[in-house]
């Protein structure tokens, strides 16, 4: 069985392309999220392996889920992606344990790179 993500991510087309490439390529899609408050909610129903967190979005945002989901299962495994390649916040993120930053428009081979390195 593929290792099964959440995705989330507030623009339902973004979602869509991430659940092709992950699809595509073995991987399960355990749910998806529209902002951080439903990600926190979804993983703690859902235990995914891995889950990926759009940084900007409405209620919560991607930093406050991830501390969010870290702070419920500190062995959680994340990986942020953003449209604004902002050095502040890719620090901020990966100090509160994002394993990962990929930034959109999503390219495949960046995405699969940036999940098998995370959870193989």
Do not use: H
């Amino acid at each position: 069985m593929g290792k099964r993500v959440l995705i989330t991510d507030d623009a339902a087309f973004m979602r869509m392309m991430l659940k092709d490439i992950l699809s595509k390529n073995g991987y399960e899609i355990a749910g998806e999220a529209e902002n951080g408050k439903v990600a926190i909610e979804k993983y703690n129903e859902l235990k995914p392996d891995l889950v990926t967190l759009d940084i900007t979005m409405p209620e919560l945002d991607g930093i406050g889920a991830l501390k969010g989901i870290k702070a419920a299962d500190p062995n959680a495994v994340c990986i942020m992606c953003s449209a604004m390649g902002q050095q502040a916040m890719v620090i901020e993120s990966i100090q509160a344990g994002a394993k990962d930053f990929i930034v959109k428009p999503f390219q495949a081979d960046r995405v699969l790179e940036a999940v098998k390195k995370a959870i193989g």
